[in-house]
C-alpha cells in the first residue's frame, strides 16, 4: 500500500509527456515520438506546430503572443524559437544582449544612453566601468572582462569609459610580474588585439563620430598609445627568439623578440596586406652586451577616416588644408634592455593608399602628447622617397604611427583660426565700446529723438547684449546648466537685433514709399515684433529641444536633428525681407535724387546711393551672408570676411549712424562747446 502514491506518480508523469522506448512510428524530424495524455504519437518540439507525422511548422512566437519580450524590447523570431533586444535607450536585466525572458530577464532603463557627454557624466560612467574591473586580479582577466564587454553595441560614453579601462588595465599590467609563462603571454597579446578590435570595427564608428572632437581624438590617441605599449610591455622576457602574430579583422600585429646575440641576423620587417615596414637599427662598433630586444608592429585598417579631419571641421585643425587620411595607420615600436642596445636609424615603409585628383599627398606621423592625450598630423622628420598611383614609400627617423595624407583645400588651418580668433575677439572689443557710445548718443540727445532713432537705440541695445554674452560665455561649456541659459540667451539677442534691423528696413521703405501710419500705433508694434517676435522663437525652440542648447564644446545651439535651424530660419527669412526692402529702398532712393538733382554729374549720383546702399549693408544685416557662404563653401576666404565684417558690425554701424549724420555732429559740437578744455580743438 505505501507504493501506490509512488506508482501514480510515476504514471502521470508518463502520461504528461515521455518518450516511449517501444515507439515505432517514423516521426517529423522537428517532432518526437512520445506518450503524452496516454497516447503514444509524434508531436512536434517545442516551437513548432503541426501533426509531427509529415509537417511541424515554425510557431512565430513574436506574432502569436502578446509581447513575449514585455515592455521596451523588440521580439526576433528564430526556426523553433525567437529572442529579445532592448529598445534604444534600454539595456537588459541580465546584462546580455539578446535574451529570452523566461528567466525573468526584462529591458530596464540605461542611464548612460541620456549621457549628453559632458564631463560628470563622462567621469561617472568611467568610475563604474574602472569599478566593475578593479576587483580582477590579473591583466588577462581584465582584458578578458572588457572584450566581452565591447563585443555589441557601444554607446559614445562607452567608448571613452571603456578605452579609459583598457589603459587601465595596460598600467596594471606595468606593476604586475611579466609572466614566464609564454603561453599564458600569447593568450594575453591575442585577447588584446581582439579587444583593441572591438573598439575599431564598422559598427563602433557610429558612436566614435558622435563623440566631440576632442573627445574623439583624445581617446582614439589613448587608444592607440595603449595598445602600442601593452603589445610591447607583452612582448619583453621572451627567453628565446620569437615571432608572434596576432591577427584580427581591423588591426594586425606582428612582434619580434631577440637577444644581442642574434641582432646582426635579424632585420626586423613585416609585410601586413598590401602594405611593407621596416626598421633599421644604428650601427654599432663596440660589442654588443648582454640584453634583449622587443620590436612591435601594427597595423590598423579602418582608423584613419577617423583620425582624418571631419568634413565640417573645425578650425582649430592643425594643418591649412583639409587633411584625409588614405591609407591604412601603421606603428611601430621598440624597447630593449639596457636601452642602448637597439636605437633607430630610420623607418622605411610602403602603404597602398587610395589616389585622389588634385590632392597634395604626403608622409606624416601621429605627433601626440602621452600627458595630454592630443594629437595632429605631422610631417618632421618624414620623407617621400617614391610612389605611383597605388603605393607610396617613406622614410622617417623616428617611430610612432605612420600614414598617408592627402590634403585639399578649403578649409581653415591653426594659424589662420588664431588670427581669426584674435580678429574676433578684438573686433567684439571694439564693437562693445561703439555700441555703447550709439546708445549714450541715441538715449542722451534729446534734439535728434524720432522714430529713427528709437529703432537705432534698440538694434544697438540688442547687439551689445548679443555681443557682451559671447565674449564673456561662448566658450564656459564644463557647467552644463550655465552653457545652456548662455546659449539661449545668446539665440533671443541674436533674433531680437535680426528684429529691429528687420524693422529698420520696414520703416526705412515705409518713408521712401511715402505711407501714412499712426506714429504711437507703429512704436507700439515695433516693440511687440523687435522683443516678443524672438521670446516666441526662443520659447518654443526651448520647449521642443532645450537639451540641444549648449554643447560639448561651445555654448550654442546644437547641429544634432537640424536643430540650429531654429537660429538660420528666422534670420534668413529676416535677411530675404531686408534685401527686398534694400532693393525698393536703393531703386526709389535713385529715382528720387536724379529728378531732385539733375544738376548733379551720374557720377554724383552714383556716389549717393553707394553711401547709402553700404549703411543700409550693414543695417540691415546683409554681412550674415557671408556666414552662410562660409557654411557653404567653407573656404579661407569666407571665414576671414563673415569674421571682419560680422566682428566689426558695431563699429560699422557707429560710423554710418553716429559719426557720418550731420545731425550727430553739431549735437555733438554743442556739448563739447561748452567744455573749456575741448572748445579749442574744436575751433
Known amino acids: 500500500m505505501r507504493l501506490l502514491p509512488f506508482l501514480v506518480l510515476i504514471s502521470s508523469l508518463l502520461d504528461y509527456g515521455c518518450t516511449s522506448a517501444s515507439c515505432n512510428m517514423t516521426c517529423h524530424k522537428d517532432a518526437r515520438c512520445e506518450v503524452q495524455g496516454g497516447i503514444t504519437g509524434c508531436y512536434c518540439s517545442q516551437g513548432y506546430t503541426g501533426n509531427g507525422l509529415t509537417f511541424c511548422y515554425d510557431d512565430n512566437e513574436c506574432e502569436n503572443a502578446t509581447q513575449p519580450c514585455g515592455e521596451h524590447a523588440n521580439c526576433t523570431n528564430t526556426v523553433g524559437s525567437y529572442f529579445c533586444m532592448c529598445a534604444p535607450g534600454f539595456k537588459s536585466s541580465n546584462g546580455q544582449q539578446t535574451f529570452v525572458p523566461n528567466d525573468g530577464t526584462s529591458c530596464v532603463e540605461n542611464p548612460k544612453a541620456k549621457c549628453e557627454l559632458y564631463n560628470d557624466c563622462i567621469t561617472e560612467h568611467i568610475n563604474r566601468t574602472l569599478a566593475g574591473i578593479s576587483h580582477l586580479k590579473t591583466p588577462l582577466e581584465m582584458l578578458q572582462k572588457i572584450n566581452r564587454n565591447t563585443l555589441g ?17 595596460s598600467l596594471n599590467a606595468m606593476h604586475y610580474p611579466v609572466s614566464d609563462n609564454e603561453a599564458l603571454r600569447n593568450t594575453t597579446i591575442n585577447v588584446l588585439v581582439n579587444t583593441v578590435n572591438n573598439f575599431l ?19 582614439l590617441t589613448k587608444l592607440l598609445h595603449t595598445a602600442e605599449q601593452a603589445a610591447l610591455l607583452m612582448s619583453q622576457n621572451f627567453k628565446k627568439t620569437t615571432q608572434l602574430d596576432a591577427n584580427a579583422s581591423d588591426i594586425a600585429l606582428r612582434v619580434f623578440a631577440f637577444d644581442s646575440h642574434r641582432m646582426k641576423h635579424i632585420h626586423p620587417h613585416v609585410y601586413m596586406g598590401a602594405d611593407y615596414i621596416k626598421i633599421s637599427p644604428k650601427k654599432r662598433e663596440e660589442s654588443h652586451p648582454n640584453g ?20 565640417n571641421h573645425s578650425s582649430k585643425d592643425t594643418s591649412e588644408q583639409r587633411q584625409t587620411v588614405s591609407s591604412s595607420v601603421i606603428a611601430v615600436a621598440i624597447s630593449s634592455d639596457p636601452p642602448t642596445l637597439y636605437e633607430l636609424e630610420k623607418i622605411t615603409f610602403t602603404l597602398k593608399y587610395a589616389k585622389t585628383a588634385d590632392k597634395d599627398i604626403k608622409c606624416a606621423f601621429w605627433n601626440y602628447s602621452a600627458d595630454t592625450m592630443n594629437g595632429n598630423w605631422a610631417t618632421e622628420g618624414c620623407e617621400l622617397t617614391h610612389s605611383n598611383s597605388t ?25 589662420n583660426y588664431n588670427i581669426l580668433t584674435r580678429i574676433t575677439q578684438l573686433g567684439i572689443i571694439i564693437s562693445l565700446i561703439c555700441l555703447s557710445m550709439c546708445i549714450f548718443t541715441f538715449w542722451f540727445f534729446s534734439e535728434i529723438q524720432s522714430t529713427r532713432t528709437t529703432i537705432h537705440k534698440n538694434l544697438c541695445f540688442s547687439l551689445f547684449l548679443a555681443e557682451l554674452i559671447f565674449l564673456i560665455g561662448i566658450n564656459m561649456n564644463n557647467n552644463k546648466l550655465f552653457c545652456s541659459i548662455t546659449a539661449g540667451l545668446l539665440h533671443y539677442f541674436l533674433l531680437a537685433a535680426f ?15 511715402g505711407v501714412i501710419y499712426n506714429k504711437g500705433f507703429l512704436h507700439k508694434n515695433f ?14 525652440s526651448a520647449a521642443l529641444g532645450y537639451k540641444y542648447y549648449g554643447t560639448t564644446e561651445v555654448c550654442w545651439l546644437s547641429t544634432k536633428n537640424n536643430f540650429i535651424w531654429s537660429f538660420i530660419g528666422p534670420a534668413c527669412l529676416i535677411i530675404l525681407v531686408n534685401l527686398l526692402a534694400f532693393g525698393v529702398i536703393i531703386y526709389k532712393v535713385f529715382r528720387h535724387t536724379a529728378m531732385l538733382k539733375p544738376e548733379v554729374s551720374c557720377y554724383e549720383n552714383i556716389r549717393s546711393c553707394a553711401r547709402g546702399a553700404l549703411a543700409l ?41 553716429c559719426v557720418l549724420s550731420r545731425k550727430i555732429q553739431e549735437e555733438y559740437y554743442r556739448l563739447f562747446k561748452n567744455v573749456p578744455c575741448c572748445f579749442g580743438c574744436l575751433r
Open 153 to 169: 553595441p557601444l554607446l559614445p560614453v562607452d567608448v571613452i569609459a571603456y578605452v579609459e579601462a583598457l589603459s587601465y588595465s
Open 201 to 219: 570595427q564598422k559598427d563602433k564608428i557610429t558612436a566614435w563620430e558622435a563623440l566631440p572632437g576632442d573627445k574623439q581624438r583624445q581617446s
Open 292 to 311: 634583449t630586444v622587443a620590436v612591435v608592429f601594427l597595423r590598423y585598417n579602418n582608423i584613419g577616416s577617423l583620425l582624418s579631419s571631419p568634413k
Open 391 to 415: 603605393h607610396i614609400s617613406c622614410k622617417c627617423n623616428h617611430l610612432t604611427h605612420f600614414a598617408v595624407l592627402m590634403s585639399s583645400g578649403g578649409s581653415v588651418g591653426v594659424t
Open 499 to 513: 528684429a529691429w534691423m528687420c524693422i529698420e528696413g520696414i520703416h526705412l521703405y515705409l518713408i521712401v514709399v
Open 527 to 540: 516693440y511687440v515684433f523687435g522683443y516678443v517676435s524672438p521670446a516666441v522663437v526662443v520659447g518654443i
Open 617 to 657: 549693408l550693414f543695417l540691415l544685416g546683409a554681412t550674415w551672408i557671408f556666414g552662410v557662404l562660409h557654411v557653404v563653401q567653407g573656404s579661407v576666404v569666407t571665414a576671414y570676411l563673415f569674421t571682419i565684417f560680422n566682428a566689426f558690425q558695431g563699429m560699422f554701424i557707429f560710423i554710418f549712424l
